[in-house]
């Protein structure tokens, strides 16, 4: 059973560029949540999608966007790259009702 | 708003000393859940236990148990005989019970098992 698959694993970009994150949900899970986890600090939750709807979103900027598809996979799309971005993005994924989270291994994006 | 607090940033033990992993949370719901993850060098966060707000019977699963008191809004967690194996970074986690039910994590406890 295969778990929550991310791509890429890692990547660099320049400022100013743009990026996206892709990641297929665990088997059986209908929910997605994107979390940002800079060095040294927990992971800070960005947004959650279900239904292929934005949920919920937490406190970041707008040039953070998302996209559920119809399969439940999702992307994280972030713009206008800043330094302050270099973080491992996690993905999560969850089976509305139930409390159980199955994160993946992420994807460590470095902007240089 | 909700916030965890992991007061320890780095612990060093010997093998087969005990640790314990402090974690107190703030919360105004009611009903809410606690978690505690662990991220080794990979990056995956590996699920270790989810309470509930309503049970604070302490828990034990091999060489892990975890202390739940709500009156001083903590959720402790202790490795016995601890290993090489368990150096990670931990994280204690807090979910409320709102539409998205977000997770709300700590800063995380790095620990170093060394023999």
């Known amino acids: 059973d295969a778990g929550v698959t991310q791509s890429p694993t890692h990547l660099i970009k320049t400022r100013g560029q743009q990026v996206t994150l892709r990641c297929s949900p665990k088997?059986?899970?209908?929910?997605v949540s994107w979390y940002q986890q800079a060095l040294g600090q927990g992971p800070q939750f960005i947004f959650q999608?279900?239904?292929?709807?934005?949920?919920q979103r937490g406190n970041f900027p707008d040039r953070f966007s998302g996209h559920q598809f119809p399969n439940y996979s999702s992307e994280l799309n972030v713009n206008a790259l800043l330094l302050g971005d270099s973080a491992l993005y996690l993905c999560?994924?969850?089976?509305?009702?139930?409390?159980?989270?199955?994160f993946g291994s992420g994807t460590r994006l470095t902007v240089v | 708003a909700q916030k965890v607090t992991q007061a320890q940033t780095e612990i060093s033990v010997v093998e087969k000393e005990d640790v314990t992993l402090d974690c107190v949370y703030e919360?105004?719901?009611?009903?809410?859940?606690l978690f505690w993850y662990k991220q080794p060098p990979s990056g995956e966060l590996v699920f270790l236990i989810r309470?509930?707000?309503?049970?604070?019977q302490n828990e034990i699963s091999g060489r892990y148990s975890w202390n739940f008191q709500k009156s001083t809004s903590s959720f402790n967690f202790t490795i016995t005989a601890s290993q090489v194996v368990d150096s990670a970074v931990y994280f204690c986690?807090?979910?409320?019970?709102?539409?998205?039910?977000?997770?709300?994590f700590g800063t995380g406890t790095r620990l170093q098992v060394t023999l």
């Open positions: 986690a807090l979910m409320g019970t709102g539409t998205a039910s977000k997770l709300t």
């Open positions: 919360t105004r719901d009611t009903t809410y859940y």
């Open positions: 999608y279900y239904e292929e709807e934005e949920r």
């Open positions: 309470r509930n707000s309503f049970d604070e």
């Open positions: 088997s059986g899970h209908d929910t």
């Open positions: 999560a994924s969850s089976k509305t009702g139930l409390f159980g989270y199955t």
